[in-house]
């Protein structure tokens, strides 16, 4: 067993006490707040552009919240039939392993629901649409077609992410929108689990590799995070146009320039730095290959 102690059955038994309902959350008198910011100021990054005006600025704000949401959902998309596939070969072994993936699946497709409800809500009472990346399916199929490894590498950083957006940013955030902030505490307490999960995938995943096959895992989840960066840079332009339909506003061409040089880097260190950095990402990749966790920490500079 790994320093962190990390096992199916404990994990299955905290999973199990945790109790909610997509519909408990939003839907009815649950609603949005567009008076309030959603999203943390370290991660929308509206403020240093001035040149927008506070309404503006709170529209983006709000975009970018609906972007988060849509974002952790399309990645959900290629995490339950990736977790899936590693279950079934287990049908037959460890009831507890095999209850507890199953139970990650399940509360994956949750998040989805979850998420698709959320931007139903969201567009009705915001007033105009918003373009998002994707399709959903493409983005899984991609992702999917990487050594099992390199996805469950790309998983734990997301999964490590969203803990510490939740503790670091959003827990004691009191300007933020309390429905956006329910929805989030609620992804949180199941996320929780779902760290020491992939934990347990990726010691296994690596178990058998000597450190050159390691190696190759990470040049694949790297490529992962590149397709990730990319997808970055389109969701910014698409942001452009998404504000304009909002507030009517066009940007000048230096407007422009600022406005992606300062949202791509937020986009950046919210989907990519502030997992490659959590130590406790780093530390699994330490301990199957301590060369793997120093080539990350890197590489991470280039999103913080």
Known sequence: MKSHGYTYEATLAASERIHWRVEDLIGGDKKLDFS????????????PLTFLSAHERLALNHIRALGYLYTFGLVEEF???FVLDHARPQLHGD??????????????????????RFREEFERDFGSTCEEIGPPDAVAKAVLAHQPLAVAMAILQIEWMTLKHWTDAVQDNQRLDPQFKSLLKHHWMEESQHTKLDTLLVESLSSAKDGAAI????????????????????QVEFDIENLARATGRKLSKSERETFTATQLQGQRWTYLGSGMTHPNFLGTLGEIRPAAAERIEKISKNFC
């Open 36 to 47: 309030k910011p959603m999203m943390p100021e370290s991660f929308a990054r509206v403020e």
């Open 79 to 81: 995490i339950v039939p």
């Open 95 to 116: 009831s507890y392993e095999v209850r507890a993936l199953l139970g990650f699946a399940a509360e994956e497709a949750k998040h989805i629901h979850l998420f698709r």
């Open 215 to 234: 190696d190759g895992a990470v040049d694949e989840y790297l490529e992962i995070g590149g397709m990730i960066d990319g997808a970055l840079a389109q």
